[in-house]
Structure formats: C-alpha cells, structure tokens
C-alpha cells in the first residue's frame, strides 16, 4: 500500500507569495499523481492530473512536477481565494490513496 | 453541466445499515467509472470504493471490505453505497465521484454519515 507523505502540514503565507506544496510517495507511483484543492464546507475540487497537466479551467498560476516517489505543487502567486487545504493523491497502485494534506493559510 | 448529487446520510446506531444515492447527470454515465470517498471530521480524504463503468468490476478500502457494496442503475444514472455493519469510525461526509483514468474529476457536495448511539 502506498503511503503519500505531504509537507508542510500548515503554510503560512500572504497574498502574492509563492507557495512550493511537496508529496511524497513510499515507492515510486510514475507520473499518476493529482492534486486537489478543498475550501471549507465543499468538495474537493481536481487541480492537476498526471503530475503536471491542468485540469480544465485552473487557472495558469498552478502547476504541478515531479514523477516518481517526489512531487511538488506550485502556485505561482497567492490569490486570496487560493488559501484552502491541498491534497496530493495517487492513482499507480491499488489502492488509490490520498496525503493527509497541507493547508495554506 | 455535470451534477452530483448524493444523498441518503444520516444518524445510525452502531451495527445498523444506510444505502447511499448518487444521482448523475450531463454525462453519459455508463461511460464512467464512479467512486466514493469519504472525510471524517476534522481529517482528510479518504477512498472508499469504485465502480466500473459498467458495474463489472468493483473494488473496496480493507477498511470497509466485507461491510459496504457499491452498485450502479446506469439505466437511471444513480450510483449507490449499501453500508453495513457501521461503526463509529465510519461516521464521515460522504462524496461520491466521477472518475477519469483515476482522478476525480467531478464531486458531489457530500452526505453526513453519523454512526453513534
């Protein structure tokens, strides 16, 4: 069973900031890896698939890299609506399983 | 415009049983495979269950393998969750899914599960 270790837990930044999110996965699970964005009181909402892809209608200021057991999510510069709890996720290797998330606050 | 809209959560005792529905539309549901996922109080996501397109195949969390069946109606588009034998730590919201290759590319907004006596 792969284990999805994100940090940091909680991300304290300002709006305009860069914010650099990591996953880390206890074996290699290739590109498959997505990230979710959840605000309170709402469903989670896919970001990035495949690694790097953008999901339809996320803006450019998101990006995601990395394959392998190590992976990163980058948004470029902090809007306010930004600020929510991130989850990385891995689709390799039954069963698909999620990190514990990291929020930015 | 795709829509999600799960239903059916609510207050079971320990050992009792709840059936989740996930109605679907604007898309062609049979075309995909649907998961749930669910969230504890205060704590991440976690995966529960998926469903193949055409409801072949289907594959639980071991947490709740033995307990819970996933089936679908794709001749009404509604995706269920039978839940048995619940615990006290199955209480979470509920979300079921749409999914593509894997991810979840659509959500429903959730159904509270509260299993406590």
């Known amino acids: 069973e792969i284990v999805l270790t994100q940090s940091p837990a909680t991300l304290s930044l300002s709006p305009g900031e860069r914010a650099t999110l990591s996953c880390r996965a206890s074996q290699s699970v290739g590109i498959y890896v997505a990230w979710y964005q959840q605000k309170p009181g709402q469903a989670p909402r896919l970001l990035i698939f495949d690694a790097s892809d953008r999901a339809t209608g996320i803006p450019a200021r998101f990006s995601g890299s990395g394959s392998g057991t190590d992976f990163t999510l980058t948004i470029s510069s902090l809007e306010p609506e930004d600020f929510a709890v991130y989850y990385c996720h891995q689709r390799s290797i039954r069963p698909p399983a999620f990190g514990q998330g990291t929020r930015v606050e | 415009e795709v829509q999600l809209l799960d239903s059916g959560g609510g207050l079971v005792q320990p050992g009792g049983s709840l059936r989740l529905s996930c109605a679907a539309s604007?898309?062609?549901?049979?075309?995909?495979?649907m998961s749930w996922v669910r969230q504890a109080p205060g704590k991440g996501l976690e995966w529960v269950s998926s469903?193949?397109?055409?409801?072949?195949?289907?594959n639980y969390a071991d947490s709740v393998k033995g307990r819970f069946t996933i089936t679908r109606d794709n001749s009404k588009s509604i995706l269920f969750l039978q839940m048995d034998s619940l615990r006290t730590e199955d209480t979470a919201v509920y979300y079921c899914?749409?999914?593509?290759?894997?991810?979840?590319?659509?959500w429903g907004r959730g159904t509270l599960v509260t299993v406590s006596s």
């Open positions: 604007g898309f062609t549901f049979s075309s995909y495979a």
């Open positions: 899914a749409k999914e593509l290759r894997g991810d979840y590319v659509d």
């Open positions: 469903i193949s397109g055409r409801g072949v195949n289907a």
